[in-house]
């Protein structure tokens, strides 16, 4: 695995995941590396120590591209990544349980441990318009990304995950 960094992987329509992923990868300093979802591939996974999916949940699963990204990678990585954390944040206009649903159906698949509660930001967005146009993401939210981004970082690299 060489150095051991987290992989904070991400897909934002409306800004809302791309921010959060951002905040969580400055928190994480010179520990992380930051890809879209539609950039990830199979070595990508197997060269990172930890994970941390950023996503949307749209029409009740997570968005397209990052279970596109999991259809792609799902195989090739599979029983190589067993043990390694991860942690999600799913942003949702409801509850966004089932897109936090699917994704730790295919991390248990994949046999990674979860070591950060599931946490869902509710943007609130009901009406077409509230859910198609851009986000912008409120302070306690970015810092609180932040603060995973840097606390998945120091577990990895200080070999308590």
């Known amino acids: 695995m060489g150095d051991k960094y987290l992989l904070i992987i991400w897909h934002s329509r409306t800004g809302s995941c791309?921010?959060?992923?951002?905040?969580?990868?400055?928190?994480?300093?010179?520990?992380?590396?930051?890809?879209?979802?539609?950039?990830?591939?199979?070595?990508?996974?197997?060269?990172?120590s930890g994970y941390l999916f950023v996503?949307?949940?749209?029409?009740?699963?997570?968005?397209?591209?990052?279970?596109e990204m999991f259809d792609r990678c799902y195989y090739?990585?599979?029983?190589?990544?067993?043990?390694?954390?991860?942690?999600?944040?799913?942003?949702?206009?409801?509850?966004?349980?089932?897109a936090q649903r699917q994704l730790d159906r295919i991390a248990t698949g994949w046999r990674l441990k979860r070591v950060s509660e599931p946490w869902i930001v509710d943007t609130g967005a009901q009406t077409e318009?509230?859910?198609?146009e851009r986000k912008t993401m409120i302070g306690a939210d970015l810092e609180k990304a932040r603060e995973l981004g840097q606390?998945?970082?120091?577990?990895?690299?200080?070999?308590?995950?």
């Open 76 to 98: 090739p990585v599979l029983s190589k990544l067993g043990g390694r954390p991860y942690a999600t944040i799913i942003a949702a206009g409801t509850d966004g349980l089932w």
């Open 55 to 67: 996503c949307p949940e749209n029409l009740a699963s997570m968005s397209g591209e990052m279970k």
């Open 18 to 48: 791309e921010a959060l992923a951002d905040a969580a990868f400055h928190g994480a300093g010179n520990h992380a590396r930051i890809t879209r979802a539609c950039d990830v591939e199979p070595k990508h996974l197997l060269d990172a």
């Open 151 to 161: 606390g998945l970082a120091t577990g990895i690299a200080q070999g308590i995950f």
């Open 129 to 132: 318009s509230e859910i198609l």
